[in-house]
């Protein structure tokens, strides 16, 4: 058997802490990495239909070569099979298998099923082992990594989870070969998010080397997810359950799910499009209360246009959208402290930081300019 290179990356949490292995063609060696980590040889694969067609005959062909015994449940794809009714009818299937707590979950996909998966196995049996198997660019370089799970409802995005650490994140960068160009576009707003953060070098080397990664480049490929993997594992290390510096990963966030529930959470708008463009709005209000120069915030909207990801709202159908309408989803995020939003602002590209001091007004007139130029 030909060896997989790969590289592997610590989750420092003490005895919670976990490996991030990355690598091309994990998959069809994915007992190498799993076997060691189960408590015993029995796991349950959940997957979505558009992913396994592709990738869950590999990944159950090697467990079960391993003498690992394998279910499998399969949803269907889709932000909304985040949701009560897609928790409840997967608790019951999983449940259905006689399943003991040391059996092992496999979350086998995007961030949809890798969120609900992690609540899942966080709920059943009041919890149950799991291993995150990401094969989205946006999964495997944010959502996979840091043990924050959940499902939507229909006053907003995640807000109804836990924090549950996986035991394993097996990061195969082969799987991004069968993404569709929007969903792999919409997975690379969450890599430049740590370029934006606190690395202008990374966000550097991302304007000359996104479309090679884009189009296909492996090793650019690989370098981006280790590194987006590197500074994620840092954070979570930190600050697990976000009182602090994690939230600075919600950079756009605060914006983008608002958009997000404004549309519904359909395909109108993927989640990396509308932290896109939930970016783009951060910036153009850090730049109007002088705290970011305009150049910076013009150098993230062409980063955002060069790569074809949305940087303004002209492709959303906002005839009917108000900046009050807007501001009271973003009320509804979890991130309200005491009343008061929670903004990630910069002060440059790299420069980024946590406020809760934002007037609303500020924010209304940042909304209404949108919302009547469709665009910043």
Not at 176 to 194: C, I, M, P
Not at 211 to 227: E, F, P, S, W, Y
């Amino acid at each position: 058997m030909t060896k997989v290179k790969t590289e592997t990356l610590r989750v420092e949490l003490g005895e919670r802490g976990y490996d991030i292995v990355v690598g091309a063609n994990l998959i069809d060696t994915a007992a190498t990495w799993i076997a060691p980590v189960l408590a015993r040889p029995r796991v349950v694969v959940i997957t979505d239909e558009n992913v396994a067609p592709h990738y869950l005959a590999p990944l159950t062909d090697s467990l079960e070569g391993a003498g690992i015994q394998c279910d499998a449940i399969t949803l269907p794809a889709g932000e909304q099979t985040k949701s009560f009714s897609q928790f409840q009818a997967l608790c019951e299937s999983i449940l259905e298998k006689r399943v003991e707590r040391s059996t092992t979950l496999i979350a086998l996909g995007g961030g949809v099923i890798g969120d609900l998966v992690g609540y899942t196995a966080a709920s059943v049996l009041r919890g149950m082992p799991f291993i995150q198997v990401p094969t989205t660019l946006l999964s495997q370089v944010d959502s996979s990594v840091g043990g924050k799970t959940g499902i939507n409802t229909i006053h907003g995005k995640n807000l109804v989870g836990a924090f549950y650490q996986p035991k394993l994140v097996l990061a195969d960068t082969a799987a991004l070969n069968t993404l569709d160009k929007r969903q792999l576009l919409a997975g690379y707003s969450e890599v430049v998010k740590y370029g934006l953060i606190d690395d202008l070098e990374f966000f550097e080397w991302l304007e000359v080397n996104a479309q090679d990664l884009i189009d296909g480049n492996m090793d650019k490929r690989r370098h981006a997810v280790l590194t987006s993997c590197a500074a994620k594992a840092r954070v979570v290390a930190e600050d697990e359950r976000e009182g602090g510096r994690r939230a600075l990963l919600n950079l756009g966030h605060t914006f983008g799910h608002a958009l997000e529930a404004e549309t519904g959470y359909g395909d109108t708008l993927l989640h990396g499009e509308a932290v896109s463009i939930g970016t783009a709005m951060a910036f153009d209000i850090s730049t109007r209360l002088g705290l970011c120069p305009g150049q910076d915030t013009n150098r993230v909207a062409a980063h955002f246009s060069t790569i074809n990801l949305p940087s303004d709202l002209a492709p959303l159908p906002t005839e009917n959208w108000t900046a009050d309408k807007l501001l009271d989803h973003m009320s509804r995020d979890k991130k309200v402290e005491d009343g008061k939003l929670t903004f990630i602002l910069a002060r440059g590209i790299g420069q980024s930081f946590i406020t809760r001091d934002i007037n609303k007004d500020d924010v209304r007139s940042l909304l209404d300019d949108w919302l009547h130029h469709k665009s910043g």
